[in-house]
T-cell receptor
Framework: SQQGEEDPQALSIQEGENATMNCSYK?????LQWYRQNSGRGLVHLIL?????REKHSGRLRVTLDTSKKSSSLLITASRAADTASYFCATDRAGANSKLTFGKGITLSVRP | EAGVVQSPRYKIIEKKQPVAFWCNPISGHNTLYWYRQNLGQGPELLIRYENEEAVDDSQLPKDRFSAERLKGVDSTLKIQPAELGDSAVYLC??????????????FGDGTRLSIL
């Protein structure tokens, strides 16, 4: 079963615009992570936010976490054509048997 | 630093045949994961190793799937016999410690398996 659900499923924007992707989850977490996957490649870790953190930045990436709403958002500012990829949120669920559970992903297309 | 290496990249076999995948994790990473990713879905964990011990294999279909991590480094994942529904990308990942320690996972490029 998949804990995280990303929204929207697909996003198409113009180069230079900002891209906002959302993730909702169901159970308590230790942390939430965002990964990128280019076509035919493995996943690349982008950013990790712990359950006691509310916002984190890394370059053009900004991640927020709202544990009361069980949701997170990933903002990519000043998007580039090279940002075209699938983006996944993954949750590390709290509990004795926690493991990383991925959502279905968001397909981002950045038009040059 | 060399990344996670998987082979082969692609494998096409007929149903009921055996198949094996190989993974070499990043040096020093004691945790190794095998995932299966179906088309249009996120990866789903099959098995997690801490060194040579399988600590979570609850999602591994044990009637046909097996895995090993000898000496706590390289790992192989085997399917015997393969079924049509096994067509997917099999991803290997590694990390410094288990998921509880807030460590990111590093993925290989996967093996794309097609069952005819």
């Amino acid at each position: 079963s998949q804990q995280g659900e990303e929204d929207p499923q697909a996003l198409s924007i113009q180069e230079g615009e900002n891209a906002t992707m959302n993730c909702s989850y169901k159970t308590s977490i230790n942390n939430l992570q965002w990964y990128r996957q280019n076509s035919g490649r493995g996943l690349v870790h982008l950013i990790l936010i712990r359950s006691n953190e509310r916002e984190k930045h890394s370059g053009r990436l900004r991640v927020t976490l709202d544990t009361s709403k069980k949701s997170s958002s990933l903002l990519i500012t000043a998007s580039r054509a090279a940002d075209t990829a699938s983006y996944f949120c993954a949750t590390d669920r709290a509990g004795a048997n926690s493991k990383l559970t991925f959502g279905k992903g968001i397909t981002l297309s950045v038009r040059p | 630093e060399a990344g996670v290496v998987q082979s082969p990249r692609y494998k096409i076999i007929e149903k009921k045949q055996p198949v094996a995948f190989w993974c070499n994790p990043i040096s020093g990473h004691n945790t190794l994961y095998w995932y299966r990713q179906n088309l249009g879905q996120g990866p789903e964990l099959l098995i997690r190793y801490e060194n040579e011990e399988a600590v979570d294999d609850s999602q591994l279909p044990k009637d046909r799937f097996s895995a090993e991590r000898l000496k706590g480094v390289d790992s192989t994942l085997k399917i015997q016999p393969a079924e049509l529904g096994d067509s997917a990308v099999y991803l290997c990942a590694s990390s410094l410690e288990g998921t509880n320690s807030n460590q990111p996972q590093h993925f290989g490029d996967g093996t794309r398996l097609s069952i005819l």
